[in-house]
Antibody, heavy 118, light 107 residues
């Protein structure tokens, strides 16, 4: 069974840092682009960042460029999102998803909540 | 970046109704459009990919159509389990974007 499980969320002060992890299982992790999507309380979905299969290319929404860094460890079937200089507007549930290319994002994790507040 | 605009934002309907949601892209995205269903407190669930391909396990009352810049999601006969929020997403660009969502409420 394909599964992705996020972890690492929590409460952090403005300006602080947090590292999210996504553990994958049930598929060949190194064969798929992976993506983070977030959802602020009561708001819609926002694509945050994606990373290609070998990690050679990464793409970010403008609002997180320079602050968030996406990486992956194909040997550990894991995806990471290092979030620095966090702002109140980064408060959201962060979802990890398997990006199946032409077949879109078929599998999502349960999400991890990041709250940026003093 | 490609902007996605959904309409309506909220839709009130009854069980058995035929429901249509529209999604427009700011530029052509060919058929690279997906539809997701989301219920409160849950992760989104893929319904349709490549504009009209039904994801495995999704009931056939859901269908998608369109290409270029205009797309629709249709629920042929609304069921109680279908009251949820629906999101479109383009994946023509490496910079994926979502519509703002359409909430389907009980009339």
């Amino acid at each position: 069974e394909v599964q992705v499980v996020e972890s690492g969320g929590g409460l952090v002060q403005p300006g602080g840092s947090l590292r999210l992890s996504c553990a994958a299982s049930g598929f060949t992790f190194s064969s798929y682009r992976m993506t983070w999507v977030r959802q602020a309380p009561g708001k819609g979905l926002e694509w945050v960042a994606s990373i290609k299969q070998d990690g050679s290319e990464k793409f970010y929404v403008d609002s997180v460029k320079g602050r968030f860094t996406l990486s992956r460890d194909n040997a550990k079937d894991s995806l990471y999102l290092q979030m620095n200089s966090l702002r109140a507007e980064d408060t959201a549930v962060y979802y990890c998803a398997r990006d199946r290319g032409p077949a879109a994002m078929g599998e999502w994790g349960q999400g991890t909540l990041v709250t940026v507040s003093s | 970046d490609i902007q996605m605009t959904q309409s309506p934002s909220t839709l009130s309907a009854s069980v058995g109704d035929r429901v249509t949601i529209t999604c427009r892209a700011s530029q052509s995205i060919s058929s690279w459009l997906a539809w997701y269903q989301q219920k409160p407190g849950k992760a989104p669930k893929l319904l349709i990919y490549k504009a009209s391909s039904l994801e495995s396990g999704v009931p056939s009352r859901f269908s998608g159509s369109g290409s270029g810049t205009e797309f629709t999601l249709t629920i042929s006969s609304l069921q109680p389990d279908d009251f949820a929020t629906y999101h479109c997403q383009q994946y023509s660009s490496n910079f994926r974007t979502f519509g703002q969502g359409t909430k389907v409420e009980i009339k």
